[in-house]
């Protein structure tokens, strides 16, 4: 029975798409701010949104959502859940100062002040990689469901972030497709080709260890590669979210003239976020459709 709804899977696809976006944007500052300002600004103003807009989604699945209030009113350092919403609450904050100060405006009157800039990006990044670590930590340590309880379901759903965060970049950059984006493509392209790699090594990891532990962690794995899941996952995520993103980045890559195409960006910004959403949905219930284990 799958008690998690829809809103649970759009509140953990938001949330790795806000932190990708702002890890990616800070990342780039590090690297070159001149040359990536477009990947800084773009991460910067979609950081604050989607995981606003999930955290909607969140309170409302609430039995009695108008209490949600209550969470942030206790600290218990014990309960994975508890630590989460305190993370989530301070990145939402930080995100959005993050915003104004990448607006062309000094809003805050800090532009001008390198340590408070360097201060808030240091928090900034701290968070993020913890935001985009949470949700996979909160399904793998519940220990009664053996989809969920394994050490690859953070790593996988981290890298799955980024992807995210990247693709949502790409696809607002691709709104203004007149503009010489060359050096910001080959970003692009490379982090897309490198991540997505990473994620299918993850994924054949996971379904290995699965695969090779309990009885039941092999029968919550059949439900995924051969089961009620099946065609969501090797199509919806494995193809269309992960081999065509792939292929493509590849195809700009190497292309002998490294072309980059706008439409291609698109589509495959596009498929990349659609499997970032249908892997994190697939494991939702995948994790609630398996029996589980009682000690």
Not at 31 to 59: D, E, W
Not at 140 to 153: D, E, Q
Not at 215 to 226: D, E, H, K
Request: aromatic share 14%.
């Amino acid at each position: 029975m799958i008690y998690w709804s829809s809103l649970i899977t759009f509140y953990l696809f938001s949330a790795g798409v806000s932190a990708g976006a702002m890890l990616l944007s800070i990342a780039a500052d590090l690297i070159n701010p001149v040359k990536y300002k477009k990947i800084v600004t773009t991460g910067a103003y979609i950081a604050p949104f989607p995981i606003m807009a999930g955290m909607i989604m969140l309170i409302f699945d609430l039995e009695r959502p108008w209490l949600f209030w209550l969470l942030l009113t206790t600290f218990k350092y014990k309960s994975i859940m508890s630590i989460g919403a305190w993370i989530i609450t301070f990145f939402s904050a930080v995100s959005i100062i993050y915003f104004i100060l990448n607006l062309q405006k000094d809003y805050l009157k800090l532009k001008t002040r390198a340590t408070a800039v360097n201060a808030i990006k240091l928090v900034g990044l701290i968070l993020c990689t913890s935001v985009a670590l949470y949700t996979g930590l909160l399904l793998s340590t519940l220990t009664a469901r053996p989809f969920w309880n394994t050490p690859m379901t953070p790593v996988l759903l981290f890298i799955s972030a980024v992807i995210d965060g990247l693709a949502a970049i790409s696809l607002v950059l691709c709104l203004k497709p007149d503009e010489d984006k060359r050096d910001i493509n080959t970003f692009i392209h490379t982090g897309d080709f490198v991540l997505l790699y990473l994620l299918l090594l993850c994924t054949v990891i996971f379904l290995i260890g699965l695969g090779k532990s309990t009885q039941s962690a092999a029968s919550a794995l059949g439900i995924v590669t051969s089961g009620q899941l099946s065609a969501l996952f090797w199509f919806g995520f494995v193809a269309a979210g992960v081999v065509i993103p792939f292929v493509a980045a590849a195809y700009q890559l190497c292309t002998k003239m490294r072309v980059h195409s706008p439409w291609l960006n698109f589509i495959s910004a596009l498929f990349a976020l659609a499997g970032g959403y249908i892997v994190r949905a697939v494991i939702v219930d995948a994790g609630q459709l398996t029996q589980a284990i009682l000690f």
